[in-house]
C-alpha cells in the first residue's frame, strides 16, 4: 500500500482520540486527574505507535490497552461486575481501509479484551484450508478458549478492582433488598435497606473507553471496550462487541461509541452516524446531523422503550479537505449523558490535550439533552 502524500515537506499527519465513557464522571480533583492520567497516556503511547509508521489499526489496540489497564474506566481492570460478581468484557475493533471487524463477548478472564478482539480480526485474514467463513465475533467459552490457545488469559479475580467490587457490594445489597417478597419496588424496599442518595447511580458507570485514529497513510482505524452494565446477566453481550453498534470505520470517517448498550444496538448507532455522514457529503452540517441523530432519533427510539434518560456518547473524525486540497480531518463528540471524557494528539501537537466535557444542567431550547462539540485540531 502506498503512502499518502505528506501535507508537510516533513512530518505526515497523524491524529489518535480517545474517550473514557459518556455517563457520570465525579468533579473531585482526584478523580479528575486520574481519568485525565489515563487519557494522557493512551494518547501517548498510541501516538509513539504511529510515528513508527505501524498502521492505525495497532494504535486503536494500543490506546485502548492503556484505557482497560486502569482502574478508573469500566474496561478491562475496573469492569463492572455481573449480578454474580464476576467480570464479563465485550470490545471490538473496525479498520476502515479494509472494513475488516473482529469482536469479542461476554468473555472473562482476559487482561485486554481489546486485544482478543484484534486477534480474531487477525484470524479472520487468514485463509481457512475447508474454505469455512471466519468469525467476526467469539462469545463467552469460546472467546476464552480463543484467548487460552493464544496465551491472553488471566486469573479471574485479576481483573476485580476494589472499587468496582465496592461499587458491587452497594447495589446488590440494594437489588435483594428490593428482590423482597414485600418489596414492589426500589423505593419501598429502600425502608428495608438504605439506598445510595442517586438511585440514579446505577447507570453512572458507563466509562465504556474508544479510540480512532489516522495514520500517514491516511486510513482510519476505530474500536471500543466496556464492562458493561453493573449487575447484569452473566452472558449479557452490550454495544462494545456488535458490529455497527459500538464503533465504525470507512476510508472517510470514524467514530466510537460509548451509553446504554441495549439502545444502541438497536439503533446501530456507529453504522448509523458514520452512514449519514458520508452520505451528506463534505458540505454536511455535522452539528445537526448529530442532533438529528441523538436528540431525535436516539431518543425517539428509547422513549418507545419508555427509556425517559437516553445515555449515549460518541467520539468521531471525518476527513475532510481544505480548498488546497489538503487533508483536514475534523474531531468532534456528542452525548446525552452528564459528561464525557476525551483527549487527543495530533502530529503538530507538543502534548496531548485531555478534558472532561460536562454538558449544561439546563436543557437546550427543543427540550433535548445534548452536547455537541467540535474538538479544535491543527493543521498545516
Not at 486477534?119 to 484467548?147: T, W
Amino acid at each position: 500500500m502506498e503512502r499518502m502524500p505528506s501535507t508537510s515537506a516533513s512530518v505526515p499527519l497523524r491524529i489518535v482520540a480517545v474517550h473514557g465513557g459518556a455517563g457520570f464522571h465525579s468533579p473531585s480533583p482526584t478523580s479528575d486527574s486520574e481519568v485525565k492520567r489515563a487519557l494522557r497516556l493512551a494518547c501517548t503511547r498510541a501516538s509513539a505507535t504511529l510515528h513508527r509508521g505501524e498502521p492505525s489499526l495497532l494504535a486503536v489496540v494500543q490506546a485502548i490497552s492503556i484505557l482497560e489497564d486502569s482502574e478508573c474506566f469500566n474496561a478491562g481492570y475496573g469492569s463492572n461486575l455481573t449480578v454474580g460478581g464476576t467480570v464479563e468484557c465485550d470490545a471490538s475493533l473496525m479498520d476502515g481501509q479494509t472494513g475488516d471487524f473482529g469482536a469479542v463477548g461476554a468473555v472473562s478472564a482476559v487482561q485486554n479484551p481489546i486485544k482478543l478482539a484484534f486477534s480474531v480480526l487477525q484470524h479472520s485474514r487468514l485463509p481457512d484450508p475447508l474454505g469455512r467463513i471466519p468469525p467476526l465475533m467469539l462469545v463467552s467459552s469460546g472467546a476464552h478458549e480463543f484467548a487460552h490457545s493464544r496465551g491472553m488469559t488471566c486469573t479471574p479475580e485479576s481483573l476485580i478492582s476494589p472499587r468496582a467490587k465496592h461499587e458491587w457490594e452497594k447495589w446488590k445489597a440494594a437489588l435483594e433488598g428490593a428482590q423482597q417478597p414485600h418489596a414492589h419496588s426500589v423505593a419501598e424496599a429502600s425502608r428495608c435497606i438504605p439506598l445510595p442518595p442517586r438511585i440514579d447511580g446505577l447507570y453512572d458507570r458507563q466509562d465504556t473507553v474508544g479510540a480512532i485514529a489516522i495514520d500517514d497513510r491516511g486510513n482510519l482505524a476505530a474500536g471500543v471496550s466496556s464492562g458493561g452494565l453493573l449487575l447484569k446477566h452473566a452472558g449479557r453481550v452490550g454495544e462494545a462487541a456488535v458490529f455497527g453498534a459500538g464503533c465504525w470505520a470507512t476510508k472517510s470517517v470514524a467514530c466510537s461509541v460509548s451509553g446504554a448498550g441495549e439502545y444502541i444496538i438497536r439503533m446501530s448507532l456507529a453504522k448509523t452516524l458514520c452512514d449519514t455522514i458520508e452520505a451528506a457529503g463534505e458540505d454536511r452540517d455535522i452539528h445537526g446531523l448529530l442532533s438529528g441523530i441523538l436528540g431525535e432519533q436516539f431518543r425517539a427510539l428509547c422513549g418507545v422503550r419508555r427509556e425517559t434518560s437516553p445515555q449515549a456518547g460518541i467520539l468521531f473524525m471525518v476527513k475532510e479537505h481544505g480548498d488546497d486540497g489538503q487533508l483536514r480531518p475534523r474531531l468532534w463528540c456528542a452525548f446525552t449523558t452528564e459528561s464525557m471524557a476525551v483527549g487527543y494528539v495530533s502530529t503538530l501537537s507538543n502534548k496531548p490535550s485531555v478534558m472532561i466535557l460536562r454538558r449544561p444542567a439546563r436543557p437546550s431550547a427543543d427540550g433535548a439533552s445534548l452536547y455537541i462539540a467540535a474538538l479544535p485540531l491543527k493543521h498545516y
